[in-house]
């Protein structure tokens, strides 16, 4: 969308609903095993004389290979998007700078992708660590037979000073 273009004095509504082909590319481009549905829905409104707030809806559904069995998961994600877009931005020209709490603001782009902004809002919603149901992050232990595996609690810094601890107290009882 050519932001130059649209009407000043009311929002301008859109809607995306991928084709099967195009969900097809969008989890290529994400790196994901599908999207079965997708859905963005919204307005582009305009603020004062140059800036614009987009406001929508994400509806996806996802198919994502599990972090543990690497089984098919599938997740349901239905996020609020907002992005302001801003003519008078100030540039940063320093090496090293805070965040800014608002990280929904961005310089005013001539054109606006609303493509590009849904598949950026869906690679954010996205599960980091998806797992199948019923499947548990548990210790996996392995060692040589006949020898005792050293656990995560024997690996941390500290268990060995607490075990120390304890049988101080216990002999001074």
């Known amino acids: 969308m050519r932001l ?21 590319a969008i989890a290529d ?3 994901i095993v599908g999207v079965k549905k997708l859905r963005f829905i919204g307005a582009l409104a305009p603020q004062g004389r140059q800036d614009w707030t987009l406001t929508a809806d994400l509806g996806a559904t996802v198919v994502q ?18 992005r302001s877009y ?14 800014p709490e608002d990280d929904t603001v961005e310089a005013l782009p001539e054109t606006l992708d609303l493509v590009q902004v849904m598949m950026e809002a869906l690679a954010l919603a996205l599960p980091l660590y998806p797992r199948a149901d019923g499947v548990d992050l548990s210790n996996a232990v392995f060692t040589e037979p006949g020898v005792t595996p050293m656990t995560d609690d ?7 000073l607490g075990a120390l601890r304890e049988s101080l ?5």
Not at 69 to 79: A, C, N, S
Not at 86 to 99: C, D, P
């Open 29 to 31: 481009a994400l790196d």
């Open 169 to 173: 107290e216990n002999k001074d009882k």
């Open 154 to 160: 024997d690996a941390k810094p500290f268990a060995s």
């Open 65 to 82: 290979d599990c972090v543990v069995t690497l089984d098919p998961v599938t997740t349901r994600i239905d996020e609020p998007v907002k």
């Open 86 to 99: 801003v003519a008078e931005i100030a540039e940063i020209e320093a090496s090293e700078v805070e965040m």
């Open 4 to 24: 130059a273009d649209l009407a000043t004095r009311k929002p301008t509504e859109f809607e995306l609903m991928p084709t099967a082909e195009e969900r097809r």
